[in-house]
Every structure is written in C-alpha cells, then in structure tokens.
C-alpha cells in the first residue's frame, strides 16, 4: 500500500468517525418540541428534515466503514 493510499484511507476514516459522532449527538443537540433549536438548520424548517441531514451521512459512514474492516479482515 502506498504511502497516498495510505493518508487517503486515514482521512477518510476520520472523516467517518466524525460524521458517525455528529450523528450519534445529533438527537441530543435538537429537541422535537422547540423549533427554534431546528428551524433555521439544514433540513428545517421540519424535525425529521434536519435529522435526516444531520443523521444520514454518519450512518452511511458507519455501513461503510463496517464494510471496509470486514472486506479488510477476509483479505
């Protein structure tokens, strides 16, 4: 493996790691009954539209990460 591989595969793991602890905070952060913690956020004005934003990306991280240790493990 390469050293570029290598930076590129760290990058994009801890690009990953945080995308999965922003999604895991995120129900934390906003709360369904106060609009105004959502409303002028990505996704708002509606809850389940900034959730979804905010959520979504870590858990594509989190599949692709799963992926990648298991494919990585089997090699």
Do not use: C, Q
Not at 41 to 46: K, L
Not at 52 to 74: C, D, F
């Amino acid at each position: 493996m390469n050293l570029l591989k290598k930076i590129g595969t760290v990058l994009a793991v801890v690009l990953g790691v945080f995308l999965i602890l922003r999604a895991a905070a995120e129900p934390f952060v906003i709360h369904p009954g106060n609009k105004a913690s959502y409303e002028h956020d990505w996704g708002g004005p509606t809850y389940i539209g900034a959730t979804t934003v905010h959520m979504l990306p870590g858990i594509i991280a989190l599949v692709l990460l799963v992926r990648y240790y298991r494919n990585r493990k089997k090699s």
